[in-house]
Nanobody, 118 residues
Framework: QVQLVESGGGLVQAGGSLRLSCAASGSTFSINAMGWSRQVPGKQRELVASITRDGRITYADSVKGRFTISRDNAKNTVYLQMNSLKPEDTTVYYC????????????WGQGTQVTVSS
């Protein structure tokens, strides 16, 4: 139905920046909310940021002021600009999408690794 492919992860030093991209394909007419979650050892995946089709945005407290989510509806692509990265941001980041205007992903990408060195 919907396929999501993430890109842009990599290795940076603390204080550096990365920009993640997630491109959706397939039945993209059904997509409303898109966003990013990350894997935390010993915990469930946690919300990083989400954005609805009409631009309503939610951020985790831990990334407010450092990360910015944006979206290009024409390209069915969502972005995550990550600045002032910290070692504790190191993990796999997953893109998600759903047909409802809140972030409860029905579709998931395979993830992209972000590593922040100290």
């Amino acid at each position: 139905q919907v396929q999501l492919v993430e890109s842009g992860g990599g290795l940076v030093q603390a204080g550096g920046s990365l920009r993640l991209s997630c491109a959706a394909s397939g039945s993209t007419f059904s997509i409303n909310a898109m966003g990013w979650s990350r894997q935390v050892p010993g915990k469930q995946r946690e919300l990083v940021a989400s954005i609805t089709r009409d631009g309503r945005i939610t951020y985790a407290d831990s990334v407010k002021g450092r990360f910015t989510i944006s979206r290009d509806n024409a390209k069915n692509t969502v972005y995550l600009q990550m600045n002032s990265l910290k070692p504790e941001d190191t993990t796999v980041y997953y893109c998600g999408a759903d047909s409802v205007p809140f972030y409860r992903p029905l579709y998931w990408g395979q993830g992209t690794q972000v590593t922040v060195s100290s």
